[in-house]
C-alpha cells in the first residue's frame, strides 16, 4: 500500500468496491465494499473490515465465525476508485462455508460443466475441496457427495479403504489409464475425509512443507 486514503475517488455513498483475494493463491475470495472507516480499521488492525450496504455499518470479517483474513497488501487501481486486498484467510471467506464466494457455475443446464480450474493440479485441487465443502453445507440432493456426508464418516472412511484397494490392484496391473482412474477416485475420497475431518489442504501443505525443511 503507497496511497493516501483520503485521496481515494469513493462514490457518491462514501464507498469502494474491494476485491479481496488470497495471496498465495491469488484467488477471488469476495466482493465487498469498504468506507472511509472500515479501510483504515484494515490498515490499522492488519484484517479485512468492510461497510455492509445491507446492514448499514461497519462489519469485521471472522467476528462472529472466526474466519479472519490477514492483510499482506493493498493495491489501488489505475483510476483510484477500486482496491485488491491480498491476503491471509483463516477459514472460508463465504457463509455457506465455502472458500471463495465465487463457488457457483453460470450454466443454462444444457450440457454446461461447472470449470474446476486451473491446469495447475494445486489449483484444481483446491477447488476440488472447495466445490466438496460446499456439498456439505448445501447438501444438493442427487448429488454423490451429499450421500457420503449424509451416510458419515464410516461410510466415508469405508470408501477411502476401497479406493485405496482398487488402486493399489490397479497398480498391479500395469495400466496407466486404470491406474489413474483409480488414484483419481482415492484423492477424491480423501477430499471428502479432509473436508469431514475439518482439515484444509493448507494443514496438508504445512505438514509437508514440514517434513521437507531439512534435518540438521
Known amino acids: 500500500m503507497n496511497f493516501r486514503i483520503e485521496e481515494l475517488k469513493f462514490d457518491a455513498n462514501g464507498l469502494l468496491p474491494a476485491v479481496v483475494q488470497n495471496a498465495r493463491t491469488l484467488e477471488v475470495l469476495t466482493l465487498a465494499y469498504v468506507n472511509e472507516e472500515s479501510l483504515r480499521r484494515t490498515v490499522a488492525t492488519g484484517e479485512t473490515w468492510f461497510w455492509s450496504r445491507s446492514r448499514n455499518e461497519l462489519w469485521h470479517k471472522g467476528e462472529t465465525s472466526g474466519h479472519t483474513q490477514a492483510v499482506v497488501d493493498i493495491n489501488l487501481d489505475c483510476d483510484q476508485d477500486a482496491i485488491v486486498i491480498l491476503v491471509n ?21 444444457a450440457g454446461t460443466k461447472p470449470r474446476l480450474g486451473a491446469e495447475n493440479i494445486g489449483s484444481l485441487l483446491d477447488q476440488l475441496y472447495r466445490l466438496i465443502v460446499s456439498r456439505k453445507v448445501e ?29 493399489i490392484v490397479a497398480a498391479k496391473n500395469d495400466n496407466k489409464k486404470l491406474f489413474v482412474g483409480e488414484v483419481s477416485d482415492l484423492l477424491y475420497h480423501l477430499l471428502v475425509l479432509l473436508v469431514e475431518q475439518g482439515v484444509e489442504l493448507d494443514d496438508i501443505r504445512g505438514e509437508l512443507a514440514r517434513r521437507r525443511v531439512p534435518k540438521q
Open 139 to 167: 447438501r444438493p440432493e442427487g448429488s454423490y457427495t451429499t450421500y457420503l456426508f449424509d451416510e458419515g464418516l464410516d461410510k466415508i472412511l469405508k470408501k477411502v479403504g476401497e479406493e485405496a484397494a482398487e488402486t
Open 89 to 109: 484467510p483463516n477459514g472460508p471467506a463465504c457463509h455457506t462455508g465455502a472458500a471463495s464466494c465465487f463457488h457457483n457455475s453460470l450454466g443454462d443446464g
